[in-house]
């Protein structure tokens, strides 16, 4: 909202209350020069600069709930945290379907954009067009920065639909090792396709994405059984991200964006939905209408945030989403 700021936020009936809330938190300076977001400051140089300074303070204060710390790297590890979570992951193994560069002397397939080779018993089968089925490592430790990953044995999230994400907050990192693998032994049994990941730098704790599950259309009706298995470990805190769907204690749900525009291509839920937050409140006018707009124009249902306007509707527990 403006810095000035009586404002009154106008009627905008399809903004979801909770994006409501969010928009009195938020104070923005007239100078455009420095805003607050909830007890939290921010400076800038130039009034462009802003924009995205907002909205990384909205994804830490609305979204991931994780204290600001300037002089943490993102990709900071710890290996005992990895070696636990490690330990958790019941499988060794996720099946890719990669292209083929090379078949002798040694395969060279390309997995994530990256060529690497594989050996020749990991080939699973031979599909047509260059493709072939392997077994690719399934932990990935250092790809997302600050984050441990990890790809299901029957297969990962592969962006060609939907995908729908389950957060989980927990108070510290000793909660995580049990959570995670509990996590995955039901994901396991359900053999679905899914990816997984648990934030492995103990001095980002407590998170609302402490860990995060990715699952595509394959893997939606084992989403009861995650959250049930999840449930059953402690260490969990109460709220959940500002943007997401809560559907228990420190458990919430929400779809990946379908955002193709410049620059939001890449931006995880958090990210986007708290860049286009900022981009509402910065537009000038009546907030309530202009963060709606925003919203509609991303894609975005104002009126639940965590689902876009094509997300399907799936229940959990009696629950729509």
Same mark, same amino acid.
């Given at each position: ?150 790809? $299901? ?40 396709? %899914? ?18 599950? %990715? ?87 104002? $009126? ?18």
């Amino acid at each position: 909202m403006d810095g000035n700021s009586t404002a009154v936020l106008a009627d905008a009936p399809a903004l979801a209350p909770g994006l409501r809330s969010l928009i009195e938190a938020v104070d923005i300076a007239p100078d455009r020069l420095s805003a607050r977001v909830g007890g939290r400051t921010v400076e800038v140089d130039s009034p462009r600069a802003l924009w995205p300074a907002l909205g990384t303070a909205m994804y830490e204060v609305f979204h991931s709930g994780h204290q600001h710390d300037p002089g943490m790297r993102p990709g900071m590890r710890d290996p005992g945290l990895e070696r636990a979570l490690t330990a958790g992951v019941p499988h060794r193994f996720t099946t890719a379907l990669a292209k083929v560069h090379a078949s002798e002397p040694d395969w060279v397939v390309e997995l994530l954009d990256v060529r690497v080779k594989v050996p020749a018993d990991r080939v699973v089968a031979v599909e047509g067009d260059g493709l072939a089925v392997v077994r690719a490592d399934a932990i990935r430790p250092a790809l997302s920065p600050g984050f441990f990953l990890c790809d $299901g044995s029957a297969g990962t999230v592969l962006g060609a639909g939907p995908i729908l994400r389950l957060y989980v907050h927990l108070a510290d990192p000793v909660f995580t090792p049990p959570a995670w693998a509990g996590a995955l032994t039901a994901l396991e049994e359900a053999k679905v396709p %899914y990816r997984a990941k648990a934030f492995s730098n103990p001095a980002g704790y407590p998170r609302r994405d402490a860990m995060v599950f %990715y699952l595509e259309e394959q893997g939606w009706p084992a989403l009861e059984s995650l959250v049930t298995a999840v449930s059953a470990f402690p260490g969990r805190l109460e709220d959940t991200s500002r943007f997401a769907r809560r559907v228990g204690p420190g458990l919430a749900v929400a779809w990946d964006p379908a955002d193709d525009r410049p620059g939001m291509r890449r931006l995880s839920f958090g990210e986007h939905r708290a860049r286009i937050l900022a981009q509402g409140l910065l537009a000038g006018g009546d907030p309530a209408g202009a963060v709606a707009g925003a919203f509609a124009a991303a894609g975005i249902d104002p $009126g639940e945030p965590f689902r876009n306007r094509t997300s399907p509707r799936l229940r959990i527990g009696g629950v729509p989403l």
